[in-house]
């Protein structure tokens, strides 16, 4: 919806007429709430940052297959040169991003400063990449590892059954879902607990290497709006939070490498379990435990991540305008998150979905690449914009040129995947057309009709209406979409 003035501190709900009929019909559904704009509230605090930081960054990636950069380094001295170079590269993209999220402060990461920068088709071929491919194939793999791992002690000499752990997966989905359904508070408590907990059992890795030697950046942009006092807390969290992932996932390579030898490492399915049988004695079983632990707080953090994405395409015009509508009560945007979770559901019924994510590597970095080149182009194109952070332009031409690099290379080394993700990416073309660039009067009356039949259940169900948008940062926004 379009960004206007509020006339009066009450709220205004505003429910979808039927298919046909005259504009916005203003009514209030709850005589109780008399003083709340119907808004996403601030409610991520500093710690909330860092802890959504952390936990998605640290997945299950750190215990499970450290030995993917050493099968090509075949040294351990050049693998910890590799990870400090990834580490450098994840600093400089998010020092960027926190220069984007202070300068534009609305969520959606870089689907936002595409949207900003280079228009609503660009955007919204982004949108749709993620929509389709990207978020419901990495929350399907995530549930999917969490419940190998949390069943695996069941099955010591067998692989757990296919459909358990497809059950257990999207239960988790379904849990998690219902979590941040409830309350924003939950959802962000949710990931501090997961979060703390990775880090003790990283710790403890780290610790137990000692002994025997004497052991996703852009995230918090995704939900900018929600964050208290976002200029400041924004930069902070990411400063906080990337020298702490970065140490301990150094580190925890140096516990591996100290304690297993590189046939060790290159001949385990997962190394921290292979660590723990060394290390922990009795406690070994501790390690798989941790491991699906940090797939859970990953999840909830990409769950979280992702509905405020379709959220803000929704309020963009990209995407129906029942994702855009939050619970009057709870404050929650209960239609993306159910949305999220649907696909995600779908995506656990393909059987090789783990094959899925070959596709989007190259799509991902053109996407963050070109965000972050919509950095510069703004630095050109508004010089005089505030911005709360403003970094040197090495940075940003620094990590638009490695983008390039890791665009060219999938590419190049592995061209049909590459080559589908591309083609998964423009399938959104003509849906843009037909739904977005057209007027809503030309578009075909069958969709309008349905559009509107499902809009209204959804209301009537979830008791979700449109939000305002926050007059006193949207005030002179446009909507984007060319």
């Not at 995947?417 to 057209?438: E, M, Q």
Request: aromatic share 12%.
């Amino acid at each position: 919806m379009e960004a206007k003035e509020l006339e009066s501190p009450a709220p205004t709900y505003h429910f979808i007429p039927e298919a046909g009929q005259p504009g916005e019909v203003n009514g209030s559904v709850s005589p109780h709430r008399t003083t709340e704009s119907m808004q996403l509230k601030k409610e991520i605090s500093l710690l909330n940052g860092v802890s959504l930081v952390v936990g998605n960054m640290i997945g299950s990636g750190i215990f499970v297959s450290p030995k993917g950069v050493l099968v090509y380094t075949a040294s351990y001295g050049l693998s910890l040169v590799v990870w400090v170079i990834g580490g450098l590269f994840s600093v400089v993209g998010a020092l960027c991003y926190a220069e984007l999220g202070t300068t534009i402060t609305k969520s959606g990461a870089s689907y936002a400063y595409i949207l900003e920068a280079f228009g609503g088709f660009i955007a919204f071929i982004r949108l749709w990449a993620s929509l389709l491919i990207v978020e419901p194939t990495s929350q399907a793999i995530i549930a999917i590892t969490f419940a190998n791992y949390i069943i695996q002690p069941s099955f010591p000499t067998c692989d757990p059954p296919y459909m358990a752990c497809r059950l257990i997966a999207a239960a988790c989905i379904c849990l998690l879902t219902f979590v941040n359904c409830a309350y924003v508070k939950w959802g962000t408590c949710v990931q501090d607990v997961f979060t703390y907990a990775k880090v003790l059992a990283l710790i403890a890795i780290i610790v137990m290497g000692l002994i025997q030697l004497c052991q996703g950046w852009d995230t918090l942009n995704f939900v900018t709006e929600e964050i208290k006092n976002p200029e400041r807390n924004l930069p902070l969290a990411i400063g906080i939070s990337m020298p702490i992932v970065t140490l301990i996932y150094i580190l925890t390579n140096v516990a591996y490498y100290t304690v297993l030898s590189m046939s060790d490492v290159l001949g385990s399915d997962a190394v921290a379990v292979t660590f723990a049988d060394q290390t922990f004695g009795i406690f070994s079983w501790t390690i798989p435990i941790a491991v699906a632990l940090s797939c859970f707080g990953g999840l909830n953090a990409s769950i979280f991540a992702s509905s405020r994405l379709f959220f803000v395409g929704s309020r963009e015009g990209h995407l129906p305008d029942l994702l855009s509508m939050i619970h009057i009560e709870r404050f929650t945007p209960i239609p993306a998150l159910l949305f999220n979770c649907t696909m995600a559901l779908i995506y656990l019924t393909v059987e090789d979905v783990f094959l899925l994510i070959n596709y989007f590597s190259f799509s991902y970095w053109f996407f963050v690449g070109l965000s972050v080149a919509g950095q510069l182009y703004l630095r050109w194109k508004e010089p005089k914009r505030p911005r709360p952070l403003k970094l040197s332009l090495v940075f940003p031409i620094v990590f638009c040129i490695c983008s390039l690099f890791l665009v060219i290379v999938p590419l190049y080394g592995d061209t049909i995947n590459s080559l589908i993700g591309i083609g998964i990416a423009f399938s959104g073309v003509p849906i843009y057309f037909l739904c977005v660039y057209l007027p809503e009067s030309r578009r075909p009356p069958f969709v309008r009709n349905v559009l509107a039949a499902v809009t209204k259940v959804t209301q009537q169900i979830c008791f979700c209406v449109l939000t305002e948008l926050d007059v006193a940062e949207e005030r002179n926004v446009e909507r984007k979409t060319d």
